[in-house]
């Protein structure tokens, strides 16, 4: 059983940085996949970004590619959102998800691939 605990939302204005962080415990991380995740309101949950087990891939969604940057560190068992240019429809509760992986160069970019959630962080893009 995996729990994953995200933090670094907030609100910033347009154009602004902001990094969000997921902390792993309770499974083996490095046989996962990572991903994050958003959901704005009334929308539907979207794929942002995911990075292999070995760190090796990465993917992203086209409206975040060149802006956000997934990294994870498979000894401190976290995983890194780092965001830049930030615009107010980048607003959404962010989730991280685990999802096993077989090979270790696999990305997924589909929520049903991952079978652990964290509770979400939320981030406010604003003037």
């Known amino acids: 059983q995996v729990q994953l605990v995200e933090s670094g939302g907030g609100l910033v204005q347009p154009g602004e940085s902001l990094r969000l962080s997921c902390a792993a415990s309770g499974g083996t991380f490095n046989r996962y996949a990572m991903g994050w995740f958003r959901q704005a309101p009334e929308k539907e949950r979207e794929f942002v970004a995911s990075?292999?087990?070995?760190?090796?891939?990465?993917a992203y969604s086209d409206s975040v590619k060149g802006r956000f940057t997934i990294s994870r560190d498979n000894v401190k068992n976290t995983v890194i959102l780092q965001m830049i240019s930030l615009k107010p429809e980048d607003t959404a509760v962010y989730y991280c998800?685990?999802?096993?992986?077989?090979?270790?160069?696999?990305?997924?970019?589909?929520?049903?691939?991952?079978?652990?959630w964290g509770q979400g962080t939320q981030v406010t893009v604003s003037s």
């Open positions: 990075i292999s087990r070995s760190a090796g891939r990465t």
């Open positions: 998800a685990a999802g096993w992986a077989i090979g270790i160069g696999m990305t997924y970019s589909d929520n049903n691939q991952y079978g652990y």
